[in-house]
């Protein structure tokens, strides 16, 4: 069936450089995106979210870029520090009354 | 403190027996969701409710139960039917309107049944 997917299981990146994390999405009818961060042994966290009529939307230290066309979502860490070291998830939401669709994660890892 | 309780954090069970876990939200939302997650996966849904009394099943409800008598609880039960439950299993809520509105989650319960 359709599913969120990520392209990447995990990436690397040494303390201070900018993060970007992808996810493709098959299903044009989603309007609703959302990206959470999980650290080990708990639950995932919000970190930002998108609508399908905006493009980009910036948080503290997040952007996250959607592009309708070719079904593509990301999300950009600007400075990354090690506390910034979790799975990160991307979910779609497909129309009202349904629930989040998760992806399979991508583990960010974080050196100094 | 607002939030989701998830309890216990860790729960052992024998195969065969069935097993209940905990989800308590002091958030007044309407919507309670829960996950499965398997390691190096992504989250699966078992079952969902969007009020009290009423309940959907998700991808993976087989072997599993849900209750939903109040709005602040929606306890999730494994039942011996349910071939895999070794698991991590996550609970989250929502309020009801909007739909497009992120999910809050437990800390979640991590079941082993050997």
């Known amino acids: 069936g359709e599913s969120v997917g990520l392209h990447l299981p995990t990436l690397s990146v040494q303390e201070g450089d900018n993060s970007i994390i992808n996810c493709a999405y098959s299903?044009?009818?989603?309007?609703?995106f959302i990206w959470y961060k999980q650290e080990s042994g708990k639950g995932p966290q919000f970190i930002i979210d998108?609508?399908?009529?905006?493009d980009k939307r910036q948080g503290q230290r997040v952007t996250v870029l959607l592009n309708k066309t070719v079904k593509h979502l990301s999300l950009q860490i600007a400075a990354t520090q090690p506390g910034d070291s979790a799975v990160y998830f991307c979910?779609?939401?497909?129309?009202?009354?349904?629930?989040?669709?998760f992806g399979k994660g991508t583990t960010l890892s974080v050196s100094s | 403190d607002g939030g989701i309780t998830q309890s216990p954090k860790y729960l052992f069970r024998k195969e065969g027996q069935n097993v209940t876990l905990s989800c308590e939200q002091n958030?007044?939302?309407?919507?309670m969701y829960w996950y499965r997650q398997d390691p190096g996966q992504g989250l699966r849904l078992i079952y969902y409710?969007?009020?009290?009394?009423?309940?959907q099943k998700g991808d993976i409800a087989e072997g599993y139960s849900v209750s939903r008598e109040k709005k602040e609880s929606f306890p999730l039960t494994v039942t011996s039917a349910q071939k895999n439950p070794t698991a991590f299993y996550l609970c989250?809520?929502?309020?009801?309107?909007?739909?497009?509105?992120?999910?809050?989650f437990g800390n979640g319960t991590r079941l082993t049944v050997t």
């Open positions: 998108i609508r399908s009529n905006m």
């Open positions: 989250a809520s929502k309020p009801g309107q909007p739909y497009n509105s992120p999910l809050h």
């Open positions: 979910a779609e939401n497909r129309q009202a009354g349904t629930a989040l669709i």
């Open positions: 958030l007044n939302h309407d919507a």
């Open positions: 409710s969007q009020i009290v009394n009423d309940f």
């Open positions: 299903n044009s009818a989603s309007d609703y």
